[in-house]
């Protein structure tokens, strides 16, 4: 099970926030939502 | 957030929508391995997760949405525990644009935006979605 976990985790990609207007942008087309979220 | 996730993703599963779920630091364990640990939770494909480890997303939004300052020497506050909607077409030129809907769960906000109410978030995000 900590094996899984730690795969989960690992294949988790977070990305900078300097990136997310390239994305927005890139997504347009779309209905977005941005959450703004503490991680604890 | 697991109000949006049960309450708005889980029940609209349109492919067209997206979602940007921003990891800030905020609380005293608030870090990056914290904020990849929370991002394993959500494995919607529909979901990109971003780390603002400088705020400075953060402090920007804030500034959009006129929130109140909690800290001395900044005119205003910090944008977290805030659901921003934008319907398609919105771009981002210069600054972030204003969302065409938005709740929080900030203090001192009420008059800003509704609280989250995962229900009526859901309706603002349905509207948005079949519109398109």
């Given at each position: 099970v900590l094996w899984l976990i730690a795969l989960v985790l690992q294949t988790t990609t977070v990305g900078n926030s300097a990136d997310l207007r390239a994305r927005f942008e890139a997504d347009a087309a779309h209905p977005r939502l941005i959450l703004m979220l503490s991680p604890t | 957030v697991s109000t949006v996730q049960s309450e708005v993703l889980a029940k609209i599963p349109s492919k067209d929508l997206r979602a940007y779920f921003v990891w800030l630091p905020i609380?005293?364990?608030?870090d990056l391995a914290a904020a990849r640990a929370s991002a394993a939770r959500f494995p919607d494909p529909r979901i990109t997760h971003f780390w603002d480890g400088d705020k400075a997303l953060g402090w920007a939004l804030g500034e959009l949405l006129k929130l109140p300052s909690?800290?001395?020497?900044?005119?205003h506050g910090v944008a977290w525990d805030a659901y921003l909607l934008y319907a398609p077409g919105v771009h981002w030129k210069k600054t972030p644009p204003m969302p065409t809907f938005w709740m929080h769960q900030l203090w001192g906000a009420d008059e800003l935006a509704p609280l989250l109410d995962g229900a009526k978030f859901r309706e603002q995000v349905e509207t948005v979605v079949k519109k398109k």
């Amino acid at each position: 099970v900590l094996w899984l976990i730690a795969l989960v985790l690992q294949t988790t990609t977070v990305g900078n926030s300097a990136d997310l207007r390239a994305r927005f942008e890139a997504d347009a087309a779309h209905p977005r939502l941005i959450l703004m979220l503490s991680p604890t | 957030v697991s109000t949006v996730q049960s309450e708005v993703l889980a029940k609209i599963p349109s492919k067209d929508l997206r979602a940007y779920f921003v990891w800030l630091p905020i609380l005293k364990n608030d870090d990056l391995a914290a904020a990849r640990a929370s991002a394993a939770r959500f494995p919607d494909p529909r979901i990109t997760h971003f780390w603002d480890g400088d705020k400075a997303l953060g402090w920007a939004l804030g500034e959009l949405l006129k929130l109140p300052s909690r800290e001395q020497g900044h005119a205003h506050g910090v944008a977290w525990d805030a659901y921003l909607l934008y319907a398609p077409g919105v771009h981002w030129k210069k600054t972030p644009p204003m969302p065409t809907f938005w709740m929080h769960q900030l203090w001192g906000a009420d008059e800003l935006a509704p609280l989250l109410d995962g229900a009526k978030f859901r309706e603002q995000v349905e509207t948005v979605v079949k519109k398109k």
